[in-house]
């Protein structure tokens, strides 16, 4: 069974930063496309970053590119990311997801096979 545990979220103030990890143990597959997803109160959840399979590649949404920065241990099957420059409008709650296979469309939902619980950020003004 595949699990998907996320850990580092909690409070920080405007303009501070914060770092997520993720750790994906127990499948039998050599490694993992991974992605982050937040939710904020009242909305859809939404895509945040992405990482290919091989670690080559990683993707951002828009709003936070140049603050955001996914790194990955293919060894560990872990996943870091980390938030600077936090704003108000990025409290929500960040969700890690991974795809046992390449994903094509790393902002897609329907990509991933297995997710997390979810981390809760919140972002103080």
């Known amino acids: 069974q595949v699990h998907v545990v996320e850990s580092g979220g909690g409070l920080v103030q405007a303009g501070g930063s914060q770092r997520l990890s993720c750790v994906v143990s127990g499948g039998p597959w050599s490694g993992y496309a991974m992605g982050w997803f937040r939710q904020a109160p009242g909305k859809e959840r939404e895509f945040v970053a992405a990482?290919?399979?091989?670690?080559?590649?990683?993707y951002y949404l828009d709003s936070v590119k140049g603050r955001f920065t996914l790194s990955k241990d293919n060894a560990k099957n872990t996943v870091h990311l980390q938030m600077n420059s936090l704003k108000p409008e990025d409290t929500a709650v960040y969700y890690c997801?991974?795809?046992?296979?390449?994903?094509?469309?790393?902002?897609?939902?329907?990509?991933?096979?297995?997710w997390g619980q979810g981390t809760q950020v919140t972002v103080s003004s």
């Open positions: 997801a991974a795809s046992y296979t390449t994903v094509a469309t790393p902002d897609l939902e329907k990509e991933y096979d297995y």
């Open positions: 990482v290919s399979w091989s670690g080559g590649s990683t």
